[in-house]
């Protein structure tokens, strides 16, 4: 069984800072992929990052980064320079056997 | 570049009603999931298809029934609704169940249902 976790149900961040949304994952497959998503209030699932398990480095797109703990099974999101539209829901997923998300953390950027 | 097409966006019925929701996955994906996200919960895995067969089967219920198509589009198809199917369906699209793994997983902008 796969189960992410996202201990922190809201954030808040000031603009043009960095903030780091926290996600920890369990599973038991050897091989997985770890994803992030971002959902706007409108709804649709925004693809942000992707950080498959054998990767050595650190996945980056952009202003996202994933810091990637394997051995903590921790696979945290960074955002840089925040801004006004960073604010949503952003989850953490995890893709083994099948793909399950975490609860979610609602993040808010500040003027 | 062309994405997951969802339809219909919205789709409201009453109690005791079918809906029919379509997923057009991305041009060359050949494996499809549906989700499905209740007001403020995290989207929750419903079935899967890969090549047109099922592969996986989460927490659907047995009055939901799913199907993918020779051309890859999938439907999910929900009969009795009630009030609780209400929620955000989303289709997701990808090459191959294991090519998931190098993060070629994408989602469609979601269906809305309405449950009156």
């Known amino acids: 069984a796969q189960k992410i976790t996202q201990t922190q149900p809201g954030m808040f961040v000031q603009e043009k800072e960095a903030v780091t949304l926290d996600c920890t994952y369990d599973?038991?497959?050897?091989?997985?992929?770890l994803f992030w998503y971002k959902q706007p209030s409108s709804g649709e699932m925004i693809f942000l990052i992707y950080?498959?398990?054998?990767?050595?480095q650190n996945a980056t797109e952009g202003r996202y980064s994933l810091n990637f703990q394997k051995a903590r099974k921790s696979a945290n999101l960074v955002i840089s320079a925040s801004q006004l539209g960073d604010s949503a829901m952003y989850f953490c997923?995890?893709?083994?056997?099948?793909?399950?998300f975490g609860p979610g953390t609602r993040l808010s950027v500040l003027p | 570049a062309a994405g997951v097409i969802q339809s219909p966006r919205h789709l409201i019925k009453e109690k005791r009603e079918t809906a029919t929701l379509k997923c057009y996955p991305i041009?060359?994906?050949?494996?499809v999931y549906w989700y499905q996200q209740g007001p403020g919960q995290d989207p929750q895995f419903l079935i899967s298809?890969?090549?047109?067969?099922?592969?996986d089967k989460g927490s659907i219920p047995d009055r939901f029934s799913a199907q993918q198509f020779s051309d890859y589009h999938s439907e999910l198809n929900m009969s009795s609704l009630e009030l609780g199917d209400s929620a955000l369906y989303f289709c997701?699209?990808?090459?191959?169940?294991?090519?998931?793994?190098?993060?070629?997983?994408?989602f469609g902008e979601g269906s809305r249902l309405t449950v009156l």
């Open positions: 997701a699209s990808s090459l191959g169940v294991q090519e998931t793994n190098t993060g070629e997983l994408f």
């Open positions: 997923a995890i893709y083994g056997q099948n793909f399950v």
């Open positions: 041009p060359r994906h050949d494996t």
């Open positions: 950080q498959g398990s054998y990767d050595q």
């Open positions: 599973t038991s497959d050897p091989s997985y992929g």
């Open positions: 298809f890969y090549e047109k067969m099922q592969s």
